[in-house]
Protein backbone atom coordinates (compact mmCIF):
# COMPACT_ATOMS: atom_id res chain seq x y z
CA UNK A 1 0.00 0.00 0.00
CA UNK A 2 2.79 2.72 1.21
CA UNK A 3 4.21 1.66 -2.62
CA UNK A 4 0.97 2.50 -4.57
CA UNK A 5 0.67 5.87 -2.41
CA UNK A 6 4.29 6.74 -3.34
CA UNK A 7 4.23 5.96 -6.80
CA UNK A 8 1.02 7.90 -6.77
CA UNK A 9 2.42 11.11 -5.66
CA UNK A 10 5.17 10.48 -7.80
CA UNK A 11 2.33 10.49 -10.72
CA UNK A 12 0.50 13.92 -9.07
CA UNK A 13 4.24 15.65 -9.18
CA UNK A 14 4.91 14.36 -12.27
CA UNK A 15 1.57 15.58 -14.05
CA UNK A 16 2.01 18.98 -12.31
CA UNK A 17 5.21 19.62 -13.70
CA UNK A 18 4.29 18.25 -17.42
CA UNK A 19 1.36 20.71 -17.39
CA UNK A 20 4.46 23.96 -17.36
CA UNK A 21 6.62 22.21 -19.60
CA UNK A 22 6.69 22.16 -22.94
CA UNK A 23 7.32 17.99 -24.11
CA UNK A 24 8.90 17.00 -27.39
CA UNK A 25 7.20 13.82 -28.85
CA UNK A 26 9.76 13.46 -31.91
CA UNK A 27 13.68 13.77 -30.62
CA UNK A 28 14.96 12.35 -34.63
CA UNK A 29 15.72 14.40 -36.74
CA UNK A 30 13.97 12.03 -39.25
CA UNK A 31 10.69 11.69 -37.02
CA UNK A 32 10.57 15.61 -37.46
CA UNK A 33 11.62 15.97 -41.11
CA UNK A 34 8.73 13.31 -41.79
CA UNK A 35 5.95 15.10 -39.98
CA UNK A 36 6.52 17.88 -41.27
CA UNK A 37 4.51 19.99 -43.84
CA UNK A 38 7.47 22.42 -44.91
CA UNK A 39 11.13 22.30 -44.14
CA UNK A 40 13.55 25.30 -45.14
CA UNK A 41 16.73 26.98 -45.15
CA UNK A 42 15.96 30.78 -44.04
CA UNK A 43 17.23 33.87 -43.12
CA UNK A 44 16.15 35.87 -39.84
CA UNK A 45 15.39 39.28 -41.65
CA UNK A 46 13.63 40.96 -38.44
CA UNK A 47 11.34 40.21 -36.27
CA UNK A 48 7.90 41.69 -34.05
CA UNK A 49 6.34 40.33 -30.93
CA UNK A 50 3.40 40.92 -28.76
CA UNK A 51 2.27 39.40 -25.38
CA UNK A 52 1.94 35.88 -26.69
CA UNK A 53 4.26 35.44 -29.75
CA UNK A 54 7.39 36.25 -31.38
CA UNK A 55 6.72 36.95 -35.61
CA UNK A 56 10.02 36.53 -37.33
CA UNK A 57 9.99 38.06 -40.57
CA UNK A 58 12.14 35.41 -42.59
CA UNK A 59 13.81 35.11 -45.97
CA UNK A 60 13.28 31.47 -47.39
CA UNK A 61 16.79 30.44 -49.42
CA UNK A 62 16.49 26.83 -49.62
CA UNK A 63 13.50 24.12 -49.44
CA UNK A 64 13.84 20.56 -48.69
CA UNK A 65 10.61 19.63 -48.69
CA UNK A 66 6.76 21.45 -49.25
CA UNK A 67 7.59 23.97 -51.73
CA UNK A 68 4.41 22.88 -53.04
CA UNK A 69 2.53 23.61 -49.56
CA UNK A 70 4.51 27.11 -48.84
CA UNK A 71 3.56 28.29 -52.83
CA UNK A 72 -0.34 28.01 -51.48
CA UNK A 73 0.38 30.45 -48.16
CA UNK A 74 -0.93 33.84 -48.63
CA UNK A 75 2.30 35.04 -46.10
CA UNK A 76 5.47 33.56 -46.73
CA UNK A 77 7.50 35.93 -45.07
CA UNK A 78 6.02 35.77 -40.98
CA UNK A 79 7.11 32.37 -39.05
CA UNK A 80 5.80 33.02 -35.86
CA UNK A 81 6.94 31.55 -32.52
CA UNK A 82 5.53 31.11 -29.14
CA UNK A 83 7.11 32.87 -26.03
CA UNK A 84 5.69 30.69 -23.27
CA UNK A 85 7.55 27.66 -22.24
CA UNK A 86 4.26 25.78 -21.74
CA UNK A 87 3.74 26.36 -25.85
CA UNK A 88 7.33 25.10 -26.50
CA UNK A 89 9.20 28.54 -26.66
CA UNK A 90 10.95 30.96 -26.65
CA UNK A 91 12.06 30.17 -29.69
CA UNK A 92 15.39 33.06 -29.87
CA UNK A 93 16.35 33.17 -33.82
CA UNK A 94 18.96 35.61 -34.71
CA UNK A 95 18.25 38.77 -36.88
CA UNK A 96 20.62 37.91 -39.90
CA UNK A 97 22.03 34.41 -39.36
CA UNK A 98 20.22 31.35 -41.67
CA UNK A 99 18.96 28.22 -39.83
CA UNK A 100 17.14 25.04 -41.27
CA UNK A 101 13.79 24.99 -40.04
CA UNK A 102 10.73 22.63 -39.84
CA UNK A 103 7.43 24.36 -40.32
CA UNK A 104 4.03 23.38 -38.96
CA UNK A 105 1.02 25.44 -40.29
CA UNK A 106 -2.33 26.94 -38.44
CA UNK A 107 -4.78 28.89 -39.89
CA UNK A 108 -2.75 29.70 -43.24
CA UNK A 109 -0.02 30.82 -40.91
CA UNK A 110 3.62 29.12 -40.88
CA UNK A 111 4.42 28.55 -36.76
CA UNK A 112 7.83 27.31 -35.32
CA UNK A 113 8.76 26.16 -31.61
CA UNK A 114 11.39 24.42 -29.53
CA UNK A 115 10.24 20.85 -30.64
CA UNK A 116 10.86 21.54 -34.16
CA UNK A 117 14.05 21.07 -36.07
CA UNK A 118 16.42 24.60 -35.81
CA UNK A 119 19.75 24.42 -37.02
CA UNK A 120 21.79 27.28 -37.56
CA UNK A 121 22.91 26.62 -41.14
CA UNK A 122 26.97 27.47 -40.18
CA UNK A 123 26.96 24.25 -37.80
CA UNK A 124 24.86 21.88 -39.73
CA UNK A 125 26.40 18.15 -39.37
CA UNK A 126 27.46 16.47 -42.65
CA UNK A 127 24.82 13.73 -41.14
CA UNK A 128 22.14 15.87 -41.00
CA UNK A 129 22.64 17.37 -44.49
CA UNK A 130 23.05 14.21 -45.65
CA UNK A 131 19.71 12.94 -43.94
CA UNK A 132 17.75 16.48 -45.80
CA UNK A 133 19.08 15.74 -49.06
CA UNK A 134 16.68 12.79 -49.22
CA UNK A 135 17.71 10.32 -47.39
CA UNK A 136 14.82 11.28 -44.00
CA UNK A 137 12.23 11.71 -46.56
CA UNK A 138 13.11 8.88 -48.60
CA UNK A 139 12.77 6.48 -45.17
CA UNK A 140 9.49 7.92 -43.89
CA UNK A 141 8.17 4.64 -43.71
CA UNK A 142 10.71 2.83 -41.47
CA UNK A 143 9.62 3.21 -37.50
CA UNK A 144 11.83 4.70 -35.02
CA UNK A 145 10.42 3.70 -31.65
CA UNK A 146 9.97 6.09 -28.82
CA UNK A 147 12.79 6.67 -26.43
CA UNK A 148 10.67 5.29 -24.03
CA UNK A 149 9.36 2.37 -25.56
CA UNK A 150 11.01 -1.22 -24.16
CA UNK A 151 13.77 -2.66 -26.55
CA UNK A 152 11.55 -5.63 -28.58
CA UNK A 153 12.57 -8.79 -27.08
CA UNK A 154 11.20 -10.89 -30.05
CA UNK A 155 11.56 -10.48 -33.88
CA UNK A 156 10.81 -7.32 -35.32
CA UNK A 157 9.20 -6.00 -38.37
CA UNK A 158 11.15 -5.12 -41.88
CA UNK A 159 9.73 -1.65 -40.87
CA UNK A 160 10.73 -1.06 -37.02
CA UNK A 161 14.62 0.11 -36.85
CA UNK A 162 14.43 -1.09 -32.81
CA UNK A 163 16.37 1.47 -30.22
CA UNK A 164 19.79 3.35 -31.60
CA UNK A 165 23.32 2.56 -29.86
CA UNK A 166 24.13 6.37 -32.49
CA UNK A 167 25.11 8.99 -30.19
CA UNK A 168 23.23 11.74 -32.58
CA UNK A 169 19.80 12.42 -32.96
CA UNK A 170 20.58 13.28 -36.72
CA UNK A 171 21.23 9.64 -38.10
CA UNK A 172 18.97 7.87 -40.76
CA UNK A 173 16.98 5.22 -40.13
CA UNK A 174 16.70 3.43 -43.64
CA UNK A 175 16.22 0.21 -45.95
CA UNK A 176 19.06 -1.87 -46.53
CA UNK A 177 19.74 -4.09 -49.41
CA UNK A 178 17.16 -6.64 -47.91
CA UNK A 179 14.41 -4.20 -47.48
CA UNK A 180 15.28 -4.18 -43.81
CA UNK A 181 14.83 -0.72 -41.67
CA UNK A 182 18.14 -0.38 -39.73
CA UNK A 183 19.69 2.24 -38.23
CA UNK A 184 22.99 3.69 -40.76
CA UNK A 185 26.15 4.38 -39.71
CA UNK A 186 26.38 6.53 -36.52
Not at 50 to 73: H, P
Amino acid sequence: MRTIMMYSSFLVICLFAMSEQCGCPAPYTQQIVCGSPIVVEAKIESFSENDYDKNYQISVTKFYKGKGVYDTLSNKTTLVTPKGTSMCGPVVLNVGSSYILSVSLYGEKMHHNLCELQVEVSSASNKLLEGLAGQYQENCDCEIPSMYDLPHLGSRSNKQCGHSSCTGWDTVCARDGNGQCNWQTC
